[in-house]
């Protein structure tokens, strides 16, 4: 196969460099695109039969999408035109799988005198990973240290952005983090269906999920995590009442916290001392297996529910959180139990519709005989 040449005495370490994928058996690793962006890399990406979904991700994390020829010459010249007509002093080429040496690439790519190189590849694709997920609205304040302290503990950190009009996105720009982008405020249940599905095209064996306001702290990452890293569990919940000394959770917030507790192990049958925490972890298992259908802010019992449904494991570690000196708390307390207290009473009667309705009947019948015996007297 003949690729155009180039001069190499005429780029320089800031040479704008295409970085072209030819996945195979329809996979590509979204981390591995995500970084060659953040090392200011022009992606491109063959189609080489990869899903909706995945073709999304990929155009949300400024990548390009291109047809893909049937053979491998037409496929890597494909690359090289598009490099080319995107102005890219040079192509660095690489298969879908393989964990790729971002600087060294580039050293390789400037040293040829091939427009079109081969990536170079470390050998720890093998190794096990932990991915850490921030959904975030309006969190400039907090999230670039949420993201630096998260990164001591995890592969890769993920942050989706729910429509932000402040300037959450540029200051997740200049960070390491993985930036996944709504247009618009779509809901914390929405936010987390984009998690879920750019996770489900990883190769990570956990993923931990936490706000991104500073209530949780990033170093209790460990400790949550730890029982689905041995296999204990599939989902882990860090709660704040497990083993608190000292609550610190004002008083109106908890009772509300506490009814909503109520409502989900109804709905659930599984009974936890924080139903409503954000901060939790999941297994692999847990990963491909749990859907999320709500849109707002009762993802927390929905997913609960669907994992008890699925008869997956469940469980709980203390937590510390913050209240004081926070930037978030982007949604009305009261308007959050309310919108969760809702999505549980229409998922009660789909879900334990014996329990719903017997407690509906006990409630009838209540008041007949309350209605009945003053008529009586």
Sequence with gaps: MITPQHDSTTASPEAQLGFGVIPSDDQISLRTVSRARASNYAVFVLDT???DDVVSLLEELGGTVLDSPADDEGRRSKLVSAAETD???GLIVTGSGDRIDLDASRRRSIASSSFSTEAVTTESASDPERLVGIPVYNEAGSIEDIVDQAAEFAAEVVVVDDGSTDDTVDIVDETDATLLEHDHNQGKGTALRTLFEYVQTTECDSLVILDGDGQHLP?????????????DADM???????EADEDETPGYRRFGQQ???YLTFGSSGTKLSDTQSGFRAFSRDAIETLSIETSGMGVESELIMDAQDSGLTITERPIDVRYE???????NP??????VALFLAKSMPERRPALFYGALSAAV???VAVVTRLNSS
């Design 49 to 51: 039969g990869l899903e």
């Design 87 to 89: 102005g890219c002093d």
């Design 365 to 367: 019948l209540s008041v």
């Design 236 to 242: 882990v919940i860090g709660s704040r009442y497990l």
């Design 325 to 331: 000196d926070v930037d978030g708390q982007t949604l």
């Design 219 to 231: 170093e209790e990452i460990p400790t949550v995590v730890e029982p689905v890293e041995e296999e």
């Design 259 to 261: 009814v909503l507790d």
């Design 334 to 339: 009261v308007y959050h139990g309310l919108s």
